[in-house]
């Protein structure tokens, strides 16, 4: 079980106030979560004791080698990955996907299909819009009325011309959690590559990629208590396989030879904390075995607080929340709702005045809020659930809604 109080005393952002005494309510998390004190002092403490570039023959150089080396070690266990090497390193997600999308035009060819959802933030779907210049053809998963993806119209489809399935494990503007593992079942009778984008996930459930079969997985460091970095996991050698862009000085083996210039090593050792400050919630005889048990008590903590905010919403006359409801456990806890009378940006704006922080429109999952109807109104108000969110915070929030 998590105890809320020991969490939030490793956050200082919590503490904050504004003019009115109103304690900073943090709903903001599924753009990026706060940060825990042992991120901003690895951070800190890689640039008063260890700043230098990599491989050289003094003592700073091989302190940053062994931080590289450990965040990927530590990421590679967060995702249950064969090992360091399968762990790439990004600026960001979309980056990463733009840079696998260069890789793969180089593979594929005219007449070749790649399947993308509706449901999708864009940094899934563009990069892959790339490939039509090769004459690849695009073909999109239809999302339903009920905010989930048809699995019907997927095994339509999916063909002996498909080459690559790019798909999100949930979807980070109303909290469908899809089902990739149906989705995998499918692919399997195919000879695809299959690409799941795991930003909206991975702060809020544990990850296996070899039970999962993706040949690519991409997830965001910022979403799950860490800085501004991107991790792309791919199976063994398979980046070996492609033609990255990349200097030809660059290490051309795997996982760098997708990795472009000098990496943000401060921040790889604010990612290493991260995925440490996961792992201390959890218990087990490994550093896997930690990062499961702490994503399961995660995961009961914040589907409770969760499906409790979604239920006290409905209760709101002019509210109406967007997407499936929270009868099972198959949800991330992300609440989206829209306002009979007022924009999105309207809610959060009287929100942002009581010191609660939510975001509104589309957050870059435009096609899903197009397909909704939504886009003429403003897209939607999404309050989400993160490790150090509680009850209380709901239940002042929902004080303010109710006013509204």
């Known amino acids: 079980m998590i ?23 943090y709903l903001d998390g599924p753009a990026g979560t706060q940060v825990p004190q042992i991120v901003i002092d690895g951070i800190s403490d890689y640039y008063k004791n260890s700043n230098a570039n990599t491989h050289g023959e003094f003592v700073t150089s091989q302190e940053t080698d ?34 696998l999308a260069r890789a793969l035009s180089k593979k594929f060819k005219t007449g070749d299909e790649v399947i993308i959802t509706e449901l999708d933030h864009e940094a899934n779907r563009g990069p892959w819009k790339t490939l039509k210049e090769i004459g690849v053809k695009l073909v999109e998963i239809n999302l339903l009325d009920n905010g989930t993806l048809d699995y ?23 909290g469908t959690l899809n089902d990739f593992k149906k989705a995998s079942e499918i692919i ?87 995925i440490d400050f996961i792992s201390n919630l959890g218990e087990g005889d490994t550093y896997r075995e930690k990062i499961i048990d702490a994503y399961n008590k995660l995961g009961v903590h914040e589907h409770n607080i969760a499906s409790y ?23 991330t806890p992300t609440v989206s709702f829209i306002h009979k009378h007022m924009t999105a940006n309207e809610v959060c704006k009287i929100l942002g005045k009581n010191n609660i922080c939510a ?3 589309h957050f870059y999952a435009i096609k899903a809020i197009q397909k909704l109807n939504l886009e003429k109104i403003g897209g939607v108000t999404r309050l989400g659930i993160s490790a150090y969110n509680t009850m209380d915070e709901i239940d002042k929030t929902i004080k303010v809604l109710s006013k509204i």
């Not at 105890?3 to 106030?17: A, G, Q, T």
């Not at 062994?66 to 399968?86: F, H, P, Q, V, Y």
């Open 3 to 25: 105890d809320s109080k020991y969490i939030r005393k490793h956050f200082p952002s919590l503490n904050r106030f504004d003019d009115n005494e109103n304690k900073i309510i």
């Open 66 to 99: 062994n931080i590289m080396d450990s965040m990927r070690t530590k990421a590679a266990e967060l995702l249950g990955a064969e090992n360091k090497n399968c762990i790439s390193i990004g600026q960001n997600m979309t980056s990463l996907c733009f840079s």
């Open 152 to 174: 019907n119209d997927f095994r339509k489809k999916i063909n002996k011309k498909t080459v690559l399935v790019a798909m999100g494990m949930s979807s980070n503007a109303i």
């Open 188 to 274: 399997k009778d195919y000879k695809c590559l299959f690409l799941l984008d795991a930003v909206h996930y991975a702060p809020h459930f544990s990850i296996d990629v070899k039970d999962l079969n993706c040949d690519f997985l991409v997830c965001s460091a910022y979403k799950f208590y860490g800085p501004h970095i991107s991790i792309l996991y791919s199976k063994p050698s398979l980046l070996d396989e492609l033609d990255t862009d990349n200097l030809i000085a660059q290490d051309q083996k795997s996982p760098y030879r997708i990795e472009t210039g000098t990496l943000n090593h401060a921040s790889c050792n604010g990612v290493s904390k991260a």
């Open 309 to 331: 905010l979604y239920k006290e919403i409905n209760k709101i006359e002019n509210l109406t929340v967007i997407g499936p409801d929270f009868s099972t456990k198959r949800r």
């Open 359 to 361: 975001w509104d429109g």
